[in-house]
């Protein structure tokens, strides 16, 4: 079955007539009646009546000609799509996130923008850890992650810098430091503290402890977690100090624990949207220009220091 001959079958039956038919579709009278008596012999039904004035499609040509409607609409949607898939359009564009970032008001805002801009990209968002995206973001699982600990020679990676965190102090309440208001890092040598695990940035514990270590301080660690909620609660607990994002803060509000800023303590962390640098995926494209429009830049992982 020829879709050629469906659409003559389709043109005849709207135009009640072989000959109007014929000029519509620019074939002559006799290929056209030649093809659908083809078509007739093919399926073994008639799909015309003769009428006078005219033509019209038996039960049979009524039923095939619910069906060839129905496949010249699947084919018009087929090419529909991949026109719009040549432009970024009608795709899914893959972006893993760590477990900070949705809570980070640039991101959801950041999102939210994108899919007014192109409904017609489907974002699909993974939960990951930082570490786990970049062999995810080189297997080519994903198009793009939302991250700490990138990694300092990685000229194959492109990102952008989405936000960025130091870290303060956390204490319980009524703590023996509470009223003091400049807190340096040798000052917490007899402390207890609750520590985010080394899996959660090995970038960052690292240089974090190389931080601490430098002012005369090895933190005594009694409790390790992969979950700043945890952090915080154990602190409110009274098990001890810890050391915390200030966007974890902002976020949190938490009345029953202390935050306060330490001198020496400065150690920052990078959250970056981070893509192959030869992905050139129209929509990974266009998710980029947006957040450059919204005030981030670009820069090759290569020229910054290690998350």
Request: with cysteine; aromatic share 6%.
């Amino acid at each position: 079955m020829d879709l050629h001959h469906l659409k003559y079958v389709v043109v005849a039956a709207e135009e009640g007539s072989f000959h109007d038919a014929s000029e519509r579709l620019k074939v002559a009278p006799s290929a056209l009646s030649r093809r659908i008596q083809d078509l007739e012999s093919e399926l073994g039904v008639a799909l015309f009546e003769r009428i006078s004035g005219g033509i019209r499609p038996s039960y049979a040509g009524e039923v095939l000609i619910g069906y060839a409607r129905r496949i010249f609409a699947e084919v018009e949607a087929t090419a529909e799509h991949f026109r719009r898939l040549a432009n970024g359009q009608e795709t899914v564009l893959r972006i893993a996130l760590n477990g900070i970032a949705p809570q980070l008001p640039v991101v959801p805002a950041l999102f939210r923008r994108f899919r007014i801009r192109h409904p017609e990209v489907e974002l699909k968002l993974i939960a990951m850890r930082s570490s786990d995206q970049l062999d995810a973001l080189r297997a080519g699982n994903i198009d793009a992650g939302i991250l700490y600990a990138r990694p300092e020679d990685a000229p194959d990676l492109t990102c952008l810098r989405l936000a960025s965190h130091r870290f303060v102090l956390a204490l319980p309440l009524h703590h023996a430091l509470a009223g003091i208001d400049e807190i340096r890092l040798e000052m917490l040598v007899n402390e207890d503290f609750v520590f985010f695990t080394r899996s959660f940035g090995t970038g960052i514990y690292d240089r974090l402890m190389a931080n601490c270590r430098a002012h005369g301080l090895v933190p005594r660690v009694i409790q390790e977690t992969s979950s700043e909620h945890m952090q915080l609660g154990l602190v409110a607990a009274g098990m001890g100090v810890s050391f915390v994002f200030d966007s974890v803060v902002d976020r949190q509000n938490r009345p029953d624990i202390l935050i306060k800023t330490v001198r020496d303590l400065a150690v920052e962390e990078h959250l970056d949207l981070t893509w192959r640098q030869d992905d050139t995926t129209p929509a990974l494209a266009q998710f980029v220009a947006l957040a450059v429009q919204n005030g981030v830049h670009a820069a090759n992982s290569s020229d910054d220091q290690e998350k």
